[in-house]
Nanobody, 124 residues
Framework: QVQLVESGGGFVQPGGSLRLSCAASARTFSQYTMGWFRQAPGREREFVSSISWNAARTYYVDSVKGRFTISRDNAKNMVYLQMNSLKPEDTAIYYC?????????????????WGQGTQVTVSA
């Protein structure tokens, strides 16, 4: 069992930035591929980004490429999502997850463990 706790969400104006953090409880954290998903009201949970166990491979959904950056610190059991140039359509609850693989588009069904989520609201 892996416990994931997200933080760093909040309210930001369009064009602003936020950095999401995800703390993991697992001793074997460094072995896991990690991902970020988001879910807007009335919509399905969608994949945002993933990072391989050694950070050698990352993947982003097209809508966030060039704006978001995923990273990890295995020594601290942490995963991060730096979000720049935020848009109103980025408004959602953002979830950290252990996922089965990296380097490709994923679905929510391909996540093994989930955090509780952190709200991101982008509005003028």
């Amino acid at each position: 069992q892996v416990q994931l706790v997200e933080s760093g969400g909040g309210f930001v104006q369009p064009g602003g930035s936020l950095r999401l953090s995800c703390a993991a409880s697992a001793r074997t954290f460094s072995q896991y591929t990690m991902g970020w998903f988001r879910q807007a009201p009335g919509r399905e949970r969608e994949f945002v980004s993933s990072i391989s166990w050694n950070a050698a491979r990352t993947y982003y959904v097209d809508s966030v490429k060039g704006r978001f950056t995923i990273s990890r610190d295995n020594a601290k059991n942490m995963v991060y999502l730096q979000m720049n140039s935020l848009k109103p359509e980025d408004t959602a609850i953002y979830y950290c997850a252990v996922v089965y693989e990296s380097g490709k588009q994923l679905t929510a069904a391909q996540a093994l463990y989930w955090g509780q989520g952190t709200q991101v609201t982008v509005s003028a």
